[in-house]
Each structure stands twice: as C-alpha cells, then as structure tokens.
C-alpha cells in the first residue's frame, strides 16, 4: 500500500494531526517541530501523545518525519547561529522520543562564503556532537536545491557529510522530487538512471523518505519553488512514475506542495488512483 501524506500544522498536537490525517485518507505525515522559523518548541504533552498513539494504530498511521526549522544552520559562520543549531536538533532530538522509530529531516545548511568542504565538516560535526547510540530516531539529510550557497546540492555532498559521521546507522537521506529537479537531476526523463546515480554514490538503504512536489522552474533551476503535483515541470507521468518505482514504492512519500487540506486530499486521491499494485 502506499505510504503517503503531507505537511500539517503541529499546533495544535499529535492527535490532532492524526484525525487531520484521516480526514484527508493519508496514513502518513509531516510536521514542524516547532515554529519553521525558530524559537521555542511547544510543550509535549504525555496525554496528547498517549492519544495520538492509539489513534495511530487505529488509522494504520506510520513513519512519521519531523522537519526541523529552515532557520536551523549546521554550517552558518556565525557561532550563534550553530550553536542554535546544536541546541535546536539536540531538543528536537530529546522530543522525537515520545514518538519512537520514526525520522528528523533537516536542511544540511548554507555555508555562507565559507565554502563547501568547510560546511561539509561543521555539520558533521554537529551530528556527531548530538547523535546518542541509545536514540531510535534516524536523522535524514535533506538533498537541496543548490540555491545560494545551501550544501547537500548533490548527491555527492550528502556522501560526504554522512562519511564523516560516526553513528551511519543513525542517518538515512530524505530525497526531495522538487529539490533534486531544480539540482538538475532529471527525473522526468531519466528516473532509472537518477536512482542508480543515487546508489551509486549514497546507496539507496539510505534512502528513507521522499517529499513529492512538483517544481515551478525547470531542471537546473536551483530555484526551490514548488508547485501542485502535476502542474509543474514535472508533471504527472513523471509522478506516477516516481511513486511506482521499485526502488521507491516502499518509502513513505510526503506532499510539500503549496495546497489547504482539500488540496491535499485531491492529490492524495490521485495518487492513490495511480498507484499500481502488484
Ligand atoms: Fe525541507
Ligand atoms: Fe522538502
Ligand atoms: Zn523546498
């Protein structure tokens, strides 16, 4: 069956955002930790949590992906800014246990003029700072979309990042269909050779989750803007590809695309419509 569903509010708790998730048929979602800005995280409440499990596994509701803040920055040159960083993951880390075995997704960072190979090693560096033998949860490194100065443009720059770091099985890759497009991947005309790159140089075990949007700008952009799964340069063949692939069918996907919940209700419903099960 596919595993698909979308971003979602965290504000107002987990049970919450598992009856959001039901309402619009996804067995599956992603939420913010805290503000996508920064700042202070909202408390856990243990009820809240007790709740929303018994509501997941009577929705059949798996593989939750946590995204960090878009402030966060591993590899920034200010000290301030990865030492909010370090303080931010390393909560947000303590709160994904309340919630065991399931994925943090983070933007590797931007660099800042530092250049790459100086970003590589300070957000290894941070992972190794945080990462605990003991956490369940697994750390997914974002592929971006090579805007500015953002590390983790291209598969090669993850396998750099996730070499450095001391605890491999704690880490996997969140493979962005919009980000990796505006990379200048294409994966509209050539998904088995983009894969086989990805293996190639990550391994696909790595690969433990997939954010479905459609991009507004065409491959080699480095824009980031995505667009409704279908009415963007990537369009709807390539989607129903992509979440038929054998080499993805199997991992959760998760919508991004600039949708209310209706939208992502219809979209849910269309690729559902599309899947072809075996
Ligand atoms: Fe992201
Ligand atoms: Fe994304
Ligand atoms: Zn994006």
Redesign the pocket.
């Known amino acids: 069956m596919l595993t698909i569903g979308c971003h979602l509010s965290s504000a107002k708790g987990y049970t919450a955002m598992a009856k959001e998730a039901e309402k619009i048929k996804a067995n599956t979602f992603q939420f913010f930790t805290r503000n996508p800005r920064g700042g202070k995280a909202k408390a856990i409440g243990p009820k809240d949590v007790e709740q929303f499990h018994l509501e997941a596994s009577r929705l059949g509701i798996q593989k939750l992906l946590a995204h960090a803040p878009y402030t966060l920055n591993a590899c920034s040159p200010e000290e301030k800014v990865r030492e909010f960083a370090y303080n931010t993951m390393a909560d947000d880390l303590r709160r994904m246990e309340y919630t065991p075995g399931n994925c943090y997704n983070f933007h590797p960072g931007s660099h800042v003029k530092q250049g790459t190979e100086k970003g590589i090693e300070q957000i290894a560096e941070l992972l190794n700072q945080i990462l605990k033998p003991e956490q369940t949860t697994t750390v997914l490194l974002e592929t971006m979309?090579g805007k500015g100065s953002e590390v983790g443009r291209n598969f090669q720059e993850l396998r750099e990042i996730l070499d450095r770091v001391k605890l491999q099985d704690k880490m996997g890759v969140c493979l962005?269909t919009?980000?990796i497009y505006d990379g200048g991947y294409d994966i509209v005309n050539g998904l088995d050779e983009v894969l086989y790159e990805f293996d190639q140089v990550i391994g696909l075990s790595r690969l433990k989750a997939v954010h479905l949007?459609d991009s507004m700008y065409g491959l080699g952009s480095h824009k980031?803007r995505?667009a409704k799964i279908g009415e963007g340069k990537i369009g709807k063949e390539a989607m129903i590809r992509i979440i038929n692939h054998p080499a993805l069918r199997d991992l959760p996907f998760y919508l991004?695309t600039p949708n209310d919940l209706a939208g992502y209700e219809r979209e849910i419903a269309f690729l559902r419509s599309v899947r072809q099960e075996p």
């Open positions: 979309a962005d919009c980000h949007n980031d995505h991004e």
